[in-house]
């Protein structure tokens, strides 16, 4: 170290003459201490305060150049030395000579700059103002075509700056996306595959930038699903896969992207995976597998590439998926039915799907969870089998299969996501009047809707079950329905929805309440009273947001209601009159039309 406060000393003093010999040699000393140990080295040369010289000795003419660049780049490792070096002034000098034409220079000089830049909020912005990475970018551009192993290093480290510049920076992300480094680094990756190092640092890069929103239209635009593709298809180890997989997923969330990969061949290659590692324990079999399943997922999401991959129900990816149902692998279970989930996107898929027996297939799956079971599987089963009872020809196909029955055993369940699935599931199957009978009369069932209505840490929870209840009286129109509801206290939720902010769960609500007090006022009558039913229609008449159906509902059920004594008091106390008269000359006729009649009604009543 004493040799190393000597070479400093001299090195003031060379720095100042300009004698190039004996400044090469104390940098020499220099770079020598520094590979023997940087840290305690680097600590020397901030306490001398030689780096405020090294900004004299960047100059392009000097052949000592390369080597000071080489010095700022192995002390810029340590993070203590990054501030010092923007406040020595470097950055400029340093940006400066990106325009060398010389390759080490060059080199150095990249190594520098993305050193200081790494974790470094003021190396970073020096950088940016000094215009640093649009002459990088430049130079990516400039060389690209170029493959002899110099020139894919000085592309490793200036890819390598760009990264250590922009790293989870979105506002310097945007920049060089704006600057057009997407095509750039695509067409790098192309031309370099043959490069570990070099396609290592595309990937990376790819990564960062895949995250933000504006750049999957520059890749969409790029041939990257190809490129990315091909690579994958070359790779044998794990850890270079999953570096793809992780490019991937984030583009994959890109529509156009997801059709460009299914084109390039990625779902042959994930299917590949998953059949070579589903016997396997291994924990890196294990993650790949799932991460190849996820990503086949995603894939789907899109309505061309899904329909793509459907091909009539006849595709043998399609058959593929299939096979994963009744698999053993919890894995293989959820990316088949969410698989399903998502081919079941419109009324052609669905339609053939359940005239092909997906459905007992997903009623065995569930079987298999009932007891214990997978919550994300039955999640996904239930998810599918609602998304497959949407179109109309298959409620009645489906119900005769049994699907109410496999559904209602995970009643008992205490997790909302599957809770949500299992109402939405059910909601969609009792179009017809004597499911929803059948189901309306099972008291363990309403029993658990009320409960479930007042799930406030789960609004869409509570919000299925209101609008199931309200659907089983309005497809049954059953008093036997509307008896076991109002016995389970089911009839304040329906008044509490007529209130809701969504105007077609207030229409649910108000219609479904219409047909209790046409049907069964008597038992319904208390519950209705105390839920202040006749002040909340008296709100939703005199606001003049209110939607008109939901005028119109009100009214109807105000006429209604006049079969009750005590809520025809309610009625005339509020004075309902003076509210209804004014509708008369409601723009919407039906509401007008309705006003009529409720006035004609209370003035008669009256």
Known sequence: MDSLSDTLKKLKITAADRTEDCLEGCLDCLLQALAQNNTETSEKIQGSGILELFANLLTPQSSCTAKVANIIAEVAKNEFMRIPCVDAGLISPLVQLLNSKDQEVLLQTGRALGNICYDSHEGRSAVDQAGGAQIVIDHLRSLCSITDPANEKLLTVFCGMLMNYSNENDSLQAQLINMGVIPTL??????HCHNAALTEMCLVAFGNLAELESSKEQFASTNIAEELVKLFKKQIEHDKREMIFEVLAPLAENDAIKLQLVEAGLVECLLEIVHQKVGSDKEDDIAELKTASDLMVLLLLGDESMQKLFEGGKGSVFQ??????????????????LAIANFARNDGNCIHMVDNGIVEKLMDLLD???EDGNVTVQHAALSALRNLAIPVVNKAKML??????TVLKFLKSEMPPVQFKLLGTLRMLIDAQEAAEQLGKNAKLVER??????????AGVMGESNRLLS???RHSKSKDVIKTIVQSGGIKHLVTMATSEHVIMQNEALVALALIAALELGPAEKDLESAKLVQILHRLLADERSAPEIKYNSMVLICALMGSESLYKEVQDLAFLDVVSKLRSHENKSVAQQASLTEQRLTVES
């Open 186 to 191: 695509v067409k790098l990756l192309g031309i």
């Open 320 to 337: 593929r998926v299939l096979s994963w149902i009744p698999s053993n692998n919890h894995q293989l279970q959820l990316a088949g039915a």
């Open 368 to 370: 298999r969870h009932v």
């Open 400 to 405: 005769s299969a049994g699907v109410t029955e």
């Open 449 to 458: 809707l009320v409960e479930w209505c007042e799930a406030k840490d789960h």
């Open 471 to 473: 659907a089983l009286i």
